[in-house]
């Protein structure tokens, strides 16, 4: 594990590659620290990772396991494991090329709701493909973040699925750097039947290494944290 940035609100932690069982019971360990420690307010966390091996994530959606489009035998001669997950959201694929982050964020001090929070995440990514020049666009229809023309969101880069226990949040979003674009016909990504992309596939030899992502999003969320923070704060204090 290495810090990538950090300040007194959270920390963001750099796990490299990780299995996604490892990943989820690091998740929810941390849950439980930053539940136990609201009152204190010690500092909160952002994971930043990759999984490996790759991976298939079903919710508890009903209509979930049908958009798992091949069987377990296609999807062990491709690497890929299937498992369940009790995030909210569909079916996703997670592998290397793939930038994943779980921020476990006390949504009550950022002053945040459930759909508000969401709209955070996805700021995220639309701040971070600014970089590279790429426009982010937000599809009223299905959350997320996507590339397009004319303001149309037409093609997925970033996918996010949460879930939020004692207003403290567990997974996060997804952004395809440079993955494997052919693994996400091994499903119906989000159960939506539309195309999916990456920073690669838009912008090709300009891509950034993942690293120049990490440390981007690292950034992105000892600023806005502090800030959304501060907000809260400001807004509580101040006189009815």
């Known amino acids: 594990m ?33 539940v136990a420690a609201r009152n204190s307010r010690a500092p909160m966390t952002v994971f930043v990772l990759e999984h490996v091996p ?3 994530t079903v919710s508890r959606r009903p209509s979930a396991p049908a958009n798992v489009l091949a069987s377990d035998e296609v999807l062990a001669q491709h690497g ?3 498992v369940e997950t009790d995030r909210g959201g569909d079916v996703t694929y997670h592998g290397p090329g793939q930038l994943v982050v779980y921020p476990i964020l006390d949504i009550e001090r950022l002053g945040l ?16 493909l600014a970089a590279d020049g790429l426009t982010g666009l937000r ?23 949460v879930r939020l226990s004692r207003y403290v949040s567990l997974h996060g979003f997804a952004l395809n750097i440079a993955p494997n674009l052919a693994h996400f016909k091994l499903i119906n990504s989000c159960g939506l039947n ?7 596939a838009e912008i090709g030899e300009r ?6 992502v990490k440390d981007r999003v690292a950034e992105w969320f000892v600023r806005e944290t502090a800030r959304h ?7 509580r204090n101040e006189p009815s």
Not at 3 to 15: C, K, R
């Open 139 to 161: 599809d009223t229809t299905a959350t997320g973040v996507w590339i397009g023309a004319n303001g149309v969101a037409q093609r997925k880069i970033a996918a996010i699925g």
């Open 2 to 34: 290495i810090t990538l940035a950090s300040n007194e609100h959270v920390s963001v932690i750099d796990l490299g590659a990780m299995a996604y069982a490892d990943a989820l019971q690091l998740q929810r360990e941390t849950h439980e620290r930053v």
């Open 229 to 235: 923070v501060e907000v809260a704060l400001h807004s």
């Open 54 to 56: 790759a991976v298939i």
């Open 194 to 200: 539309r195309a999916v992309t990456s920073i690669a």
């Open 113 to 128: 709701r459930v759909h508000p929070y969401v709209r955070f995440l996805e700021q995220c990514v639309i701040d971070v």
């Open 80 to 82: 890929i494991m299937r």
């Open 207 to 212: 891509t950034p290494t993942i690293e120049v």
